[in-house]
């Protein structure tokens, strides 16, 4: 117990010793805001910064959810075919490698609507976790399993549900909880390079335009919210992952 | 009555390592034939091959009396799929040849039961000991009731007191089932206590070395402190020695 509250104490020394600092120094809040002037800016503009907070996760959640199509569909047909793994993978690579931030422009060039955009960056950084998780999870079942399943004349099919597809499950999972992070990211960062404004905005414009402003307990508290956000779906992911892997009695941290 | 024939089998593996070269031995019906040698003598391979899991490279596998229905197949490992419980491993085999669910649990839970696990229906794998995964393992095998069962070093994991318990139930299995069984073992205190037949199998590459044929008696628990076991266990030690 006292092992999980570590981070917690550790947390409230460092918020205290945070506010103390910038009191006994003296700093304007336009260089470094202290966690009340941020707690307040959150409760002020919370109705603004909510609004932005849904935005963004709905992006990325919504990039997750097509990453995970996506990805699995991929995997199967790739487990199906070596050639086709062969031939696409290395694609699949590519669009990993690439930085988002280098891509992202010429998506928002291409695509006219702006939370298109941001869904499409979003996806590409979520879809590889999945896909090359996927992959190695399917090829990962046991030998040993694939032959009883030839022996006993198992069809394709019936070796992907009732094999391939449950061996595939945890790695899936472990992709599944980085993929949910990037996706996060991934939406943050094309919105960074968007730049666009309205009343669509997710948080990233509101960093920006809260830093054009100089309301630097804004930006922080936005910068908080989007924190926030990559805990909660880490966490949630996580709970998925071990209430679906409770049968294997692993659980991977 | 033979069931399965295996003649001049020869394997040489991609990597260019000859397995088995000119293997020639014969099943017949409601027997126990114990294939016994040292590691890496191709005893594994020529079970796999014998499933029509590996083509031979050389050789040939017959079957006199038609390929049967069903063949059963036990690992060295127990081999069981860890999301699944005990029963839909056991019922397995029978899921993939599109039974009905009532029809396989019913044969799947019979299973169970005649390898002593009536009440572990619902249990993980990871919730059964060493010994009743093999168990498990065993009843998927017999589920489907097969007319061969070829078992790869079975019981090489597992230690002596449950070895020798499976081993009077597989000797009890065969009685009760007329199932032949082609037994692949390292093991001398059980090929000398299961066989029917025993083939002493010489290694790099596989091949026949001796080929012992035990009298027919009644095994049991207490057949291990006869001067019967005695002069079986002395026999394939020699056949062994003389091999390797």
């Known amino acids: 117990m006292t092992e999980r509250l570590a981070p917690v104490v550790l947390g409230i020394l460092v918020l205290l010793g945070w506010e103390a600092a910038l009191r006994v120094f003296a700093v304007p809040p336009w260089i470094l805001p202290g966690p009340v002037a941020i707690a307040e800016a959150l409760v002020a503009d919370w109705p603004l910064l909510f609004r932005s907070l849904l935005m963004t996760l709905r992006i990325a959640l919504l990039a997750l959810a097509l990453a995970v199509a996506a990805g699995v569909l991929l995997a199967v047909l790739f487990a199906q075919s070596r050639w086709l793994e062969r031939a696409l993978f290395p694609y699949a690579v590519i669009l990993q490698v690439t930085p988002i931030v280098a891509i992202a422009p010429l998506i928002l060039i291409w695509v006219d609507s702006v939370p298109v955009a941001l869904l499409i960056c979003a996806w590409i950084v979520a879809f590889f976790p999945i896909l090359s998780n996927t992959v190695l999870g399917l090829n990962s079942a046991d030998p040993n399993l694939r032959d009883l399943f030839r022996l006993h004349g198992a069809t394709r099919w019936q070796t992907l549900r009732l094999l391939r597809l449950p061996s595939a499950l945890p790695f899936f999972l472990a992709g599944l909880r980085v993929a949910g992070g990037l996706a996060l990211i991934g939406a943050v960062v094309a919105e960074f390079v968007a730049g666009a404004g309205g009343a669509g905005s997710g948080l990233a414009f509101r960093i920006l335009e809260a830093g054009y402003q100089l309301r630097i307990p804004r930006m922080f508290a936005a910068l908080a919210l989007i924190s926030a956000a990559g805990i909660a779906i880490f966490a949630a992911l996580g709970w998925v992952q071990r209430r679906a892997l409770r049968r294997w009695g692993t659980s991977e941290e | ?244």
């Open chain 2, 1 to 244: 009555m033979t069931l399965l024939r295996l003649s001049g089998i020869g394997h040489r593996f991609p990597n260019g390592v000859e397995a088995l070269a000119g293997v020639s031995l014969a099943v017949a019906r409601g027997e126990l034939l114990c294939l016994l040698g040292a590691s890496g003598c191709g005893k594994s391979t020529l079970l796999r091959i014998a499933a029509g899991l590996v083509a031979p490279t050389e050789g040939a596998v017959e079957w006199p009396e038609g390929r049967p229905r069903e063949i059963g197949f036990v690992f060295q490992d127990p081999t069981l799929m860890p999301w699944a419980r005990a029963l839909e491993n056991v019922a397995l085999p029978l899921r993939l040849a599109g039974l009905a669910r009532a029809e396989r649990e019913a044969r799947a839970e019979a299973a169970l039961a005649a390898l002593g696990l009536r009440g572990f229906e619902r249990a993980l794998p990871r919730e059964l000991s060493g010994g009743m995964r093999m168990r498990v393992s065993i009843a998927r095998a017999l589920v489907t009731e097969p007319d061969l069962l070829l078992m790869d070093e079975p019981f090489a994991a597992l230690d002596e007191v449950a070895r020798m318990r499976l081993n009077d139930e597989i000797l009890a299995l065969k009685g009760a089932r007329g199932v032949s069984v082609l037994f692949v073992t390292h093991s001398l205190l059980e090929s000398a206590y299961l066989a029917d037949r025993l083939v002493v199998l010489a290694p790099r590459p596989g091949r026949v070395a001796a080929e012992l044929r035990f009298d027919a008696v009644p095994r049991g628990p207490g057949f291990r402190a006869t001067p019967g076991f005695a002069t079986r266990l002395a026999e394939a030690t020699a056949a062994l020695e003389a091999a390797s």
